[in-house]
Structure formats: structure tokens, C-alpha cells
């Protein structure tokens, strides 16, 4: 069974950072890549970028460049998500999720629960 | 404002068919392949189909899916309580700044 564990939620102040994890187990980690994805409170989905595990290749968006950084550690088979300066609308469940691939499309699947981070002063 | 363009709500009646769209580009829907996310209340969003059509292991055949040109479709058939949900699509948009996409999710009330 695939299952991606995330780390528990957090309250930051404005101006910090936070890291989330993302553990996986139950397939061969450095075979797919890690994406992360948050949601803002009542709000859809927003892609924040992927991690190709066996590389280290990652990919953001424009808008978090310069304040995100994605790493993995295979020896424990674990993303992580960084994200610095934060502000208070950063303020959201972040999930992380595996990404797929046989050939055609990419997915997004399995997901982990969600980390809820809270940013507020 | 999402990449991808979803209605915000849709209804119908338990049993009946239900029809979600999903419209983009040619950066995006117009060349990659589609996924679709079922997100219920107060949980993670979990795979429904992929590659425009692909059940993954576990999804019932009710959920069945389509793309033409720039455009792709979730149908529902059958429509259950447990159904309602919010849904999203999902594409690589291949633009000048690639990256992944979602459309702004669809609310589905199951009357």
C-alpha cells in the first residue's frame, strides 16, 4: 500500500520559514517524483512545483521562486518542502503527492493528509 | 483565476448523470493528457481518472472521462450521496513558463 505521512501543522510568524515533510512508503521512492500543492482556506488547488527524486530536478512556479526549495532524502525516503518569508496568505493546508507517469500524462496519486500551516502574527 | 476553466457548481438528482467541464488551451489541455480529483469534504483530494479516461485500481465505473481539442469532461453517472464533492482537473500546461495546472473546482450537490 502507498502511503505518503506528512509532518504536523504549524504556526509561524510573518517573515519566518517552514519545513514540511513528507514520508513515503510502500513503493520505490526514487522511481517517481514528489509534487506539492496547496490549498488557502475555502479556496482551490494551487501547484507549487515537483521534485524528480532521482536527480534532485525541481520545477516551481514563477511565482514562489526565490522563496521555495524542495529536497528529498532517499535514505529515508522522505520530500521536503520549504518555504521562506512567509506571509499571512500563505496560510493553507500543503499537501504533497506522487507523481505518475507510464508514458503519457503525469497524475497526481496517492496524496498525503495535508499540513496545516498558519501564518499569522 | 485558474489556467483552466471548471464550473463552480453543478446539481442533479441521486441516480442521474452529471457532467463537469474543464476548459483550456493549446499550451495546455490541447497538448497533455488530463486528470481529474475528487476532493470530499474535509479531506485530501484523491486520483479519479488520468490520462483523459483512465480508471485508477478501486474507481467504479460511474466516473468516466473525455477530452476533445481544448476541452475535457468528468461524467457521473448513476449519482450517490457520497458523490458529493468538489472536483478538479488537472493538466501540464506546456506555455512559456511550464507548469502543472488545476482548474478552480467544481462543488457537486447530489439533490
Known amino acids: 500500500q502507498v502511503h505518503l505521512v506528512q509532518s504536523g501543522a504549524e504556526v509561524k510568524k510573518p517573515g519566518a520559514s517552514v519545513k514540511v515533510s513528507c514520508e513515503a512508503s510502500g513503493y520505490d521512492f526514487r522511481s517517481y517524483g514528489i509534487s506539492w500543492v496547496r490549498q488557502a482556506p475555502g479556496q482551490g488547488l494551487e501547484w507549487m512545483g515537483w521534485i524528480t527524486t532521482y536527480n534532485d530536478n525541481t520545477n516551481y512556479p514563477q511565482k514562489f521562486q526565490g522563496r521555495l526549495t524542495m529536497t528529498t532524502d532517499t535514505s529515508t525516503n522522505t520530500a521536503y518542502m520549504e518555504l521562506r518569508s512567509l506571509r499571512p496568505d500563505d496560510t493553507a493546508v500543503y499537501y504533497c503527492?506522487?507523481?505518475?507517469?507510464?508514458?503519457?500524462?503525469?497524475?497526481?496519486?496517492?496524496w498525503g493528509l495535508g499540513t496545516l500551516v498558519t501564518v499569522s502574527s | 483565476q485558474s489556467v483552466l476553466t471548471q464550473p463552480p457548481s453543478v446539481s442533479a438528482a441521486a441516480g442521474q448523470k452529471v457532467t463537469i467541464s474543464c476548459s483550456g488551451s493549446n499550451s495546455n489541455i490541447g497538448k497533455n493528457y488530463v486528470s481529474w480529483y475528487q476532493q470530499l469534504p474535509g479531506t485530501a483530494p484523491k486520483l479519479l481518472l488520468y490520462?483523459?479516461?483512465k480508471r485508477p485500481s478501486g474507481i467504479p465505473d460511474r466516473f468516466s472521462g473525455s477530452k476533445s481539442g481544448t476541452s475535457a469532461t468528468l461524467d457521473i453517472t448513476g449519482l450517490q450521496t457520497g458523490d458529493e464533492a468538489n472536483y478538479y482537473c488537472g493538466t501540464w500546461d506546456s506555455s512559456l513558463s511550464p507548469s502543472w495546472v488545476f482548474g478552480g473546482g467544481t462543488k457537486l450537490t447530489v439533490l
Open positions: 490520462d483523459n479516461y
Open positions: 503527492a506522487r507523481r505518475g507517469f507510464l508514458g503519457e500524462g503525469y497524475w497526481l496519486d496517492p
